[in-house]
């Protein structure tokens, strides 16, 4: 019973490693050209002459339009200003209902707040138009005990590389890096090959 458990992980192990493989693949001609537009938005602005071999500038001006940066500027602040109202409503009469749809909106609307909804949304923006795509995982904050949405880098952001579009997307995965002491926790059998691999100090970060 113990073999097939082991057959049967090994067997799902690799198959999870092909599909991660294969997102990968499918991502790079995206992350190639957000690595482009994000020279022209944070790096040197004539980096699209270091290719010309051919040609001897000397002293010519180089001469670019950097329109990302003019995107960013436009769009940003327009695509998110404040912190969405969120609104509870119940379709009972009942004081009692009335009053928990009352405590839950509030709850709602602190926790934008409270979990920096607005810092982490402007991130998912400029990652948006910027690279393309913006991505913010939503999940409990256990330190608040409310759910929040966090911001994801697009190079920690895999999806199903099957699917046509996103309604047929069944999986999506995302690195993350984390203390080496939090992932000793999580699995107690990897704690010899993490010591291997990182070294004594149990405060460096892994990559899950």
Known sequence: MADDKNRKRK???RVWK???KAARDLRKPF???GEEALNFFA???DHVFDDSDLVDWGEWPKVT???VWELVRIYGPALYH???TRTVTTRSSDPMKVAFAKVGEILLNSAAYETGLKKESRRAILSALVFGRGILWPGLDEERGVIGAEFVRCED???DPDARNVDEIRWAARRRRE?????EELFPGAKEKLRESVGPSRARLVTL
């Not at 203390?179 to 992932?183: A, F, I, L, T």
């Open 18 to 20: 092909r599909l991660i």
């Open 82 to 84: 404040q912190n969405p």
């Open 11 to 13: 067997t799902q192990a």
């Open 179 to 183: 203390p080496v002491w939090m992932v």
């Open 43 to 45: 790096g040197s602005h």
């Open 157 to 159: 952001f895999l999806v």
């Open 65 to 67: 339009i950097n329109k």
């Open 31 to 33: 992350d190639e050209m």
